[in-house]
């Protein structure tokens, strides 16, 4: 069933545990994830980026995709279609008027004002349709190398931020990055803590890959509410599907090539959901 992410993660933030957002591409990643969590009985957020979207042909694929695979695979579990990143209101409205359950929408690199007055348009659009809204104060980057500037978000913008724009969940920036980390990931807890107690809402976590579990843990301890994992999915499908055409070179059909990042797939999602759910009663 697909679900408004408040209805997730306010039962979360109650219960300090965390629900993932796994990122999808294409029709395997989506049933491989719908398939694991049905078989763990865990609620779980589709996230999809503008470029995913793209990829797999629109908004109406995507979402057609994901209530086709929930029907015909019997998934029972509560879904969220969650926009990744949306980049614009256009593109939050397309989401929205497709089906998607919830959007983010990222101008992030624009002023506190400007972020202010675009989130605040589509909270307003949004809210007239049961659709939840994340939003980014801050700015998350793409790696350690992108990074230019302050990777934390200040706690009185937060505050300002969600006071004005009535969103549903924040991402504020706390040190950690989209994709690979050199060393360790430092993330502020003492500012973590804060902004949760000061904004009230779930906070959510971007950049879950190649962060430790007990710092992830931690992290739940301080108020995320929601972590997004997508490289360490690609990481692991990818090293699969490398060894199997390096010892299958005779091999060529797809469905077997693709399939053969199956189980390493699964195996990730198995291992991130029992960290994090461990308290789980949604
Ligand atoms: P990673 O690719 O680092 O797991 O981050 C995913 C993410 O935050 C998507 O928004």
Redesign the pocket.
């Known amino acids: 069933m697909l679900v408004n992410m408040n209805e997730l993660l306010n039962e979360a933030k109650k219960g300090k545990f965390a629900i993932i ?1 796994f ?1 999808i591409n294409n029709l395997e990643w989506t049933k491989y994830i719908l398939e694991q969590c049905e078989l763990e009985k865990k609620p779980v957020i589709l ?1 999809v980026s503008e470029g995913a979207i793209t990829y797999m042909g629109g908004y109406h694929v995507v979402y057609f995709l994901v209530t086709s695979l929930i029907k015909d695979l019997g998934i029972t579990i509560k879904v969220v279609l969650h926009l ?2 949306g980049k614009s209101i256009l593109s939050c409205k397309k989401a929205i008027d497709a089906g998607f359950t919830s959007v983010m929408i990222d101008s992030s690199r624009e002023s506190l004002e400007k972020n202010i007055e675009i989130t605040k348009e589509v909270v307003a659009y949004a809210k007239t349709k049961n659709v939840s809204v994340e939003a980014e104060v801050g700015a998350i980057f793409e790696n350690l190398n992108s990074s230019k500037g302050n990777m934390y978000a200040k706690v009185e913008d937060c505050i300002t931020f969600v006071k004005q724009t009535h969103i549903d969940c924040l991402a504020p920036a706390l040190g950690s990055v ?2 690979l980390y050199e060393g360790e990931p430092q993330l502020d807890f003492t500012r973590m803590r804060k902004i949760s107690n000061m904004v009230e809402i779930p906070l959510v976590l ?5 962060i430790p579990d007990d710092i992830l843990q931690k992290s739940i301890q301080n108020g995320i509410c929601k972590i ?5 999915l690609q990481i692991a499908w990818a090293k699969a599907v490398r060894k199997f055409i390096s010892e299958n070179a005779g091999i060529y059909d797809p469905r077997k090539i693709i399939k053969s990042g199956e189980t390493e797939i699964k195996k990730c999602i198995h291992n991130k959901l029992n960290i994090l759910h461990d308290s789980l009663k949604v």
Request: cysteine-free.
């Open positions: 957002q990122n996230g990744d990143h989209h994709g971007h950049g879950g890959t190649g997004n994992i997508n490289t360490e």
